[in-house]
Every structure is written in C-alpha cells, then in structure tokens.
C-alpha cells in the first residue's frame, strides 16, 4: 500500500521568511497529492491540491511542485504570516487518501 | 451553513462502555469518510461509505462499526471502550468516490476514554 514520509515534523521561521515541507510516497499509480493546514483544535482544510499531470501549481503565497519521478512532492510558503502557523499534512492517493505525519509549522513575528 | 457537521464535539466516557457518534453532510456528496487522529496528530483512514455502501474498510477492531441510514449521514458505533480509542474521530465527504476528490472535513469528536 502507499506509505507518505513527511519532513520536517517541526519547522519555525520568521514571518516574511518563507517555509518548505516536502513529502515523498511510495506508490507510483498515486496521481493526487492535496495540502491540509490543520489549525489547533480545528479540522483539517484543504489549501492547494496538485495532479500528476503537472508540476507546479501556485495559489497567490502558496505553491506545491511535484516530482513523479522521485516520488516527492513539496509545499511551499513564500511571506510567511503568523496566521500561517498550524500543522500542515500531506497526502497520496491511488484510491484512499494516505496522510504524512504532519509538520508543525511556527511563525516568529 | 455547516456543510459538515458532528456530534457530540466532546464525549468523556469509561472503560467498557459503547458509545455512537453522528455525521451528517449537506453538499450532496456521495461519499462519506472516518478518520482517526490519535495524540500524535496522526491522520488515519477507517472507513468509507459511496452511497450508502461500504467501500474502504482499513484493519479497524470490529468494535468499530459504521453504519450509512443515506448518504447524508454516516455514523460510527463503537463498543466495549477502551483507553487507546481516545482520539479525535473526523467525518468527511467527497462528491464521489475515487482518486482526485477533495474531501471536506467535519469538526471532529474529540473522545476520552477514562
């Protein structure tokens, strides 16, 4: 079955810095890879999505690259805010959605 | 309008007892999703429902049973407590089964086994 890594578990930078989390999966017929920010005692929501046929896709401060290949894919920040800080999960699917372990990203004003 | 909502939020419970947790989901989507997310954040599949039929069944203890009365709804009964099921238990939906369908989370019930 797939297996996501993600990496890191906890990452602090400034605010205006900006933050990178990358995971790699296992299973190579995976062709949908979504982003969740997980505020405290929130649910999970969605914040950008990425399909194997393309490999980068961007939504104002927040992009996801994708590499098939290697079998990683990444979340990428740019001026970071302190309404930024939550926990972000990556996700693999071939047919169920298989979460990273999550990173806990901090903001530092 | 709460697109998927939960009940209870909280639900503090003893040992041995049973105990059922309600989802319902007003998108008109056709498939509904339990996740587990244990003291480490750790978002796990248990189950999956596309209209009303059971589709994805992880390897979840048989004290685990969902159950689908439509496809708005979807619950999850679970016997017997015991102190590892605390955890924070999430519905979701998606508007059809399968890879590729974003899946909206509900509140989460967040249960104390004690």
């Known amino acids: 079955g797939e297996n996501v890594e993600q990496h890191p578990s906890t990452l602090s930078v400034q605010e205006g810095d900006s933050a990178v989390i990358k995971c790699t999966y296992s299973d190579s017929a995976s062709n949908y890879f979504p982003w969740y920010k997980q505020e405290l005692g929130k649910r999970p929501q969605l914040i950008i999505d990425i399909r194997s046929n393309v490999g980068e896709k961007k939504d104002q401060r927040i992009a996801v690259t994708l590499n098939k290949t290697a079998k990683h894919f990444s979340l990428h920040i740019t001026e970071t805010q302190p309404e930024d800080s939550a926990v972000y999960f990556c996700?693999?699917?071939?047919?169920?959605?298989?979460f990273g372990q999550g990173t806990r990203l901090t903001i530092n004003p | 309008d709460t697109a998927v909502s939960q009940t209870p939020k909280y639900l503090v419970t003893q040992m041995g007892n049973d105990k059922s947790i309600k989802c319902e989901q007003n998108?008109?989507?056709?498939?509904m999703y339990w996740y587990k997310q244990d003291s480490k954040k750790f978002l796990k599949i248990m189950f999956s429902y596309n209209n009303k039929e059971l589709i994805i069944n992880e390897t979840v203890p048989n004290r685990f049973s969902p159950k689908s009365p439509d496809k708005a709804h979807l619950n999850l009964h679970i016997n017997s407590l015991e102190l590892g099921d605390s955890a924070v238990y999430f519905c979701?939906?998606?508007?059809?089964?399968?890879?590729?369908?974003?899946?909206?989370f509900g509140p989460g019930t967040r249960l104390l086994v004690l």
């Open positions: 996700a693999a699917t071939p047919q169920k959605l298989v």
């Open positions: 979701a939906s998606s508007r059809l089964a399968g890879e590729g369908e974003t899946q909206y």
């Open positions: 998108l008109g989507h056709d498939t």
